[in-house]
């Protein structure tokens, strides 16, 4: 310390620095040591992903099952949507219900399966990145078909500690091959 201090002797280290020990000693007494800091941290991050998961995975189920009214409750009513499918962004929950239930009627669209795989969540606080590949199996009046596709979903944790989804977007997958 002497050294660092830039004083060479212990007496002028203790005569220009006794004044600092006793809240140094405090504050070393009452600080968590780093090494629990981060472990709580890590404790915390996978606290979030694994809770991010179940609600991406529940996402994907009512998605998979056709479940249209369980799908379209995990996202925020403000949520976003842009799709490779689509020539415009959809800016509501509501407008994507809507295009949904148009194709259903007009289209007799039908997903049939959906399988996701090479999952990730990054955490950043309240809001969560999910992304994965997805392969769906839809149908539709001019037939079955089988979309290869890689998805991002941001999810944001609400005040009651369940997270939604506020932003889905869709893209080809240009390594995907049936």
Known sequence: MIGTLGATAVSITLDTYSHAI???QERAATA???A???RRLRMDESKTIAEV???????LAAFGEHRTDDYFQAFDPEATFVFWSSPEMLDS???FRERWERLMREEGFRVLECVSSDQRVQPFGDVAVFTHSVK??????AGEETLLERETIVFSRQADGSW???HEHLSPDPNGEE
């Not at 769906?136 to 009046?141: D, G, L, M």
């Open 93 to 95: 929950r509501a407008a």
């Open 22 to 24: 006793p809240a140094m």
């Open 164 to 166: 939604l989804a506020v």
């Open 32 to 34: 968590k040591p780093a």
């Open 53 to 59: 998961k179940k609600a991406a995975d529940s996402l």
């Open 136 to 141: 769906t199996r839809q149908r539709t009046n």
């Open 36 to 38: 629990e800091t981060v």
